[in-house]
């Protein structure tokens, strides 16, 4: 079936370093979606992305729809502690039947 | 802003019972879905829900599990004789529209003895 492969699964940096994080898959998705979980809570929506190519920002956070629209990467700029948790992407498709698949996860944690 | 709620945020439940999560989701939303996130994995889809019916389900979601809005306002999982790998975090979700992003409740953890 789809799969979605997040890298890094886990990531250790330093408060004030930038952030990367990527979502790769071997199918075409309509939709690329990026939520962060806190231990305890669901997935908070941070940004939503519709078209290959598209880049979008939030903040310090910046994500982008690759052209291929097979996958898409975040960037978090400037890490602060409160940026630690586990960072989902997730791709819709419509093709067929309407699919909403989340990635394996990347477990951020950052030193003061 | 408008969220999704889930009750109780914690349920533990003696294998073999039934069990009812309950999830109020938001108010113009016409999409609801049911997902499971076994603890330290991906979350993963169950089902989801719309005008009334299932419009897709997973390979997860079996004849012992069922959906149900038994009012304008509430989104209830059952699952019907649970069992010790049903341990998980439940959570509801809704979308405003087919293809739209869904947002997310805080979850209800099912702990099965």
């Known amino acids: 079936g789809q799969q979605l492969n997040q890298s890094p699964q886990s990531m250790f940096i330093q408060e004030g370093e930038d952030v990367s994080m990527n979502c790769t898959s071997s199918?075409?998705?309509?939709?690329w979606l990026w939520y962060k979980q806190d231990p305890g809570e669901g997935p908070v929506l941070l940004i939503a992305?519709?078209?290959?190519?598209e880049l979008t920002s939030n903040g310090r956070l910046t994500a982008q729809f690759g052209i291929t629209r097979k996958d898409s990467f975040l960037n978090i700029s400037a890490s602060i502690p409160s940026d630690v948790g586990i960072y989902f992407c997730?791709?819709?498709?419509?093709?067929?039947?309407?699919?909403?698949?989340f990635g394996t996860g990347t477990r951020l944690k950052v030193l003061a | 802003e408008p969220e999704v709620t889930q009750t109780p945020s914690h349920q533990v439940t003696q294998m073999g019972q039934e069990v009812i999560l309950r999830c109020v989701p938001i108010?113009?939303?016409?999409?609801f879905y049911w997902y499971r996130q076994i603890l330290g994995q991906k979350v993963e889809f169950l089902v989801s829900?719309?005008?009334?019916?299932?419009?897709?389900k997973s390979e997860i979601f079996d004849d012992q599990f069922s959906v149900e809005r038994p009012d304008g306002s509430n989104f209830t999982l059952k699952i019907r004789s649970t069992k010790l790998e049903d341990s998980a975090m439940y959570f509801c979700?809704?979308?405003?529209?087919?293809?739209?992003?869904?947002?997310f409740g805080d979850g209800t953890r099912l702990s099965i003895l």
């Open positions: 979700a809704s979308s405003e529209n087919w293809g739209q992003p869904q947002h």
């Open positions: 199918s075409i998705f309509n939709t």
């Open positions: 992305l519709y078209k290959a190519g």
């Open positions: 997730a791709g819709i498709t419509t093709s067929g039947t309407y699919k909403y698949i």
């Open positions: 108010s113009n939303h016409l999409y």
């Open positions: 829900f719309y005008n009334n019916e299932i419009s897709e």
